[in-house]
């Protein structure tokens, strides 16, 4: 059975961070040093009460109210966050019932960040087919600045809050092909917040500094760089390959290639790495920053709604990072 992407929505919290307050923060920086390395302008945060629910929320009744998309017709609901209001219960089950969608559907979370939303769409084509669903809700909202230690310049400066509302169906504008899938759980420690649930629940207050001035904190967010770079320069050439394969097409064949938007230098390392044209290579994170796994579909969205993704296309894409987690997946529009 054939699936395919119907529509993508998306939401972006009214907060807006500028470098120049960044710089504000952090005057050993400048406007154009973390534009040219990192490739942001500006990030959205979420506002203090805003919750990756709250957003997910909103980017799903966007999705209805713009497309005319009958919610009656959704007969599942599956959330990618890492930001979950609560321990339990199950933020997808909080969402249908705050969506008004049917009791008679399933609903589930799933924690995994910048490879989310290629785990979602691999989540949704199975449920569709094997019959469970004909059409999924798959939504993905992150808060990462919440995490974020206010001292910590590498990680603000690179990280924005948002949403994304998309149904998978039996038809739609874009085919979802062959996954390609991996993990390597050996790295959870480099990018990871260690304290708050059960293995580490109190907070341990244990803030100290390296020696670029970075905080190192079990309460807050911690990314190796270097090992998550080394990770992704590693992986990503060998999923990129590896997903052609299962799809049966040669890289010159992909008309657009769509990864998660790390860094502006990660990105074009990347490129260079993997010989990509530069044309075929979308990046636009540059009013958003890193979003995890909101990235893939905000910037499918940004192309789409520009021009630069068309009908007749074959776009391939690939998520990468916390957990280790990494996946690919070719779209035909």
Known sequence: MSVYIKKIATYLPEKV????????????????????KIGVIERRVAADNETATDMAFAAAERLFEDNDIDKGEIDFVVFCTQSPDYKLPTSAC??????????????????????????????????IACSVAKNVLLLTAETYNKYLHPRDKGNRTIFGDAATATVVSTQGFAEVGEFSLGTDGSGGDNLIVKTGMSRCPDSKNDVSFDEDGNPVSSDHLYMNGSEIFSFTQSNVPKVVKDTLAKNSIEKEDVDMFVFHQANKYMLNFLRKKMKIDEEKYYVDMSKVGNTVSNSIPLALDSAIRNGVIKKGMKVLISGFGVGYSWGGAILRF
């Open 17 to 36: 961070v500028t470098n120049e307050e960044m710089v504000m923060d952090f005057p050993e920086w400048s406007v154009d040093k973390i534009a040219d």
């Open 94 to 127: 909080l969402l249908q019932h705050r969506l008004g969608l049917r009791t008679n559907i399933g609903a589930l979370d799933y924690n995994l960040g910048c490879s989310g939303y290629v785990y979602g769409l691999a989540i949704a084509k199975g449920l």
